[in-house]
């Protein structure tokens, strides 16, 4: 299919092979994507990009954790405090989107412990992420860039991996406060524009 080869597929077709083949989630989704069919045990594409709700910030301000949303594209729309304060280097690079920080602006190397895994895992989650709409132009102006920008995005966009974005340990070595351990836990906002609220916890803080 990536090849662009002219293949007459129906969802049954893609189905049976995402059963025969084992596929994750995240891979299935993408398989759908590139056959430009609907998964039918998918619920419908979301409407497309909306102002963030009021209610939503003000829940995001309320978190303790730090804590912002991040949209189909990976660009933050908004933050808590704790999470600028957190993510210094990101916030005040002046560059919302978390791909463009990572592979773009040199100080997310030193920012983020195990630059090199976390840069790959990130381009798996994004391919999974982005399947569901292959036609944005917005997106395709951001791949572009990357990948004319970064050999490293390049070679990770090339490689194909897809990932759901699950969570988990996050290491970051803070300018001011040292090397930082959180587990990240990812909650999706199903009304509207496709949001991922990301929190940090504390290790010790998940039960």
Known sequence: IEQGRDISLTARTLASQAQGLSLTPAERAYLFALGQIRDPATPPKLPAL????????????????????????????AWNAPARALFAPWHESGEPNLLRFVFLVPAARDFIQDWAASARRL?????????????????????????????DFAKAWAARDVQARLGGLRRFNHPTQGALC?????????????YRLIMLIEPGEQG
């Open 182 to 194: 959180f587990t990240q836990v990812n909650f999706q906002h199903l009304a509207g524009e496709r």
């Open 50 to 77: 909306a102002p963030v709700p009021a209610a939503l910030q003000r829940a995001l301000s309320a978190i303790a954790a730090p804590a912002y949303l991040l949209d189909a594209r990976f660009t933050a729309r």
């Open 123 to 151: 381009v798996a989650e994004f391919r999974a992420e982005t399947a569901e709409t292959p036609d944005d132009p917005r997106l395709h102006r951001l791949l572009d860039e990357l990948r004319a920008q970064s050999p």
